[in-house]
């Protein structure tokens, strides 16, 4: 199972852009996704998370600002990201946990686990 990061760049403050993910694999099921990111010389945080519940939870930083989706069907979640700030700056991470078949039967009773995964990085950068 692998999570495929995309997107990002530079932009000018007030702008916008999205972040993309998309799981592939032999999955099961995805259960929790998010995104986090890493400013330099800054823990990693969360930015957007979405559960059990279909409505995402926000950073107080990035709320009203940022938007999370996810699409089911295609395994693959979105984080559109407006009204950049220069703090907004970091490589930004996208993270799921993925229930997966643990051979080649998926059928019933098929043997399945389940573990976080995360993309690779993608670096933001808000700037004049």
């Known amino acids: 199972v692998q999570l495929q990061a995309s997107g990002g760049g530079l932009v000018r403050p007030g702008g916008s852009l999205r972040l993309s993910c998309a799981a592939s694999?032999?999955?099961?099921?995805?259960?929790?996704v998010g995104w986090y990111r890493q400013a330099p010389g800054k823990q990693r945080e969360l930015v957007a998370i979405?559960?059990?519940?279909?409505?995402?939870n926000y950073a107080e930083s990035v709320q009203g600002r940022f938007t999370m989706s996810r699409d089911n069907t295609k395994n693959t979640f979105d984080l559109q990201m407006n009204s950049l700030k220069p703090e907004d700056t970091a490589v930004y991470y996208c993270?799921?946990?993925?229930?997966?078949?643990?051979?080649?039967?998926?059928?019933?009773?098929?043997?399945?686990?389940?573990?976080?995964?995360w993309g690779r990085g993608i670096q933001v950068t808000v700037s004049s």
């Open positions: 993270y799921a946990d993925i229930t997966y078949y643990r051979g080649s039967y998926h059928g019933n009773g098929a043997k399945v686990s389940s573990r976080e995964h």
């Open positions: 694999g032999s999955i099961f099921s995805i259960n929790d």
């Open positions: 979405i559960t059990s519940s279909i409505t995402p």
